[in-house]
C-alpha cells in the first residue's frame, strides 16, 4: 500500500488542523493506522492509532483530548483532527500502515510510511 499525507501548514497556536493520508494500491480497511511525528532534533514519536476495524483508537498523552484519529475506509483515507494545537506539536506528521493492526505505539510495527507533511505551530 502507498501512502501519501497532506495537509500541513502554518498555524497560530490555539488553531486547527485536519490531516489526512490517502491510501492506493491496497484497500486502507485491511490496515491498522498510526500518525508519528517528528520534531526537529527529536526522534519520532507515536501521536495516534486506530485499529484496522476502526473500533480502536489510542492516543499519545500529549495529544489526549486534543487530537481526534478517524478513518474513512470508502475514500480510503486516514485522518487526524488536531484541535488547540500548541507550539510542540510542531514538525512532520507521518502516516504508517499496519496489516490488520491495532494502531500501535511502537514503529517497528508499521510496514508502510508515508512522505510526511510539515506542521508549523507559532506562538
Known amino acids: 500500500v502507498q501512502l501519501q499525507a497532506f495537509g500541513g501548514g502554518l498555524v497560530q497556536a490555539g488553531g486547527s488542523l485536519r490531516l489526512s493520508c490517502a491510501a492506493s494500491g491496497r484497500a486502507l480497511s485491511n490496515y491498522g493506522m498510526g500518525w508519528f511525528r517528528q520534531a526537529p532534533g527529536k526522534e519520532r514519536e507515536f501521536v495516534a492509532g486506530i485499529s484496522w476495524t476502526g473500533t480502536l483508537t489510542n492516543y499519545a498523552d500529549s495529544v489526549k483530548g486534543r487530537f481526534t484519529i478517524s478513518r474513512d475506509n470508502a475514500k480510503n483515507t486516514l485522518y487526524v483532527q488536531m484541535n488547540s494545537l500548541e507550539s510542540e506539536d510542531t514538525g512532520i506528521y507521518y502516516c504508517?500502515?499496519?496489516?490488520?493492526?491495532?494502531?500501535?505505539?511502537?514503529?517497528?510495527?508499521?510496514?508502510?510510511w508515508g512522505q510526511g507533511t510539515l506542521v508549523t505551530v507559532s506562538s
Open positions: 504508517a500502515a499496519e496489516p490488520y493492526g491495532f494502531g500501535s505505539r511502537n514503529p517497528r510495527k508499521y510496514h508502510y
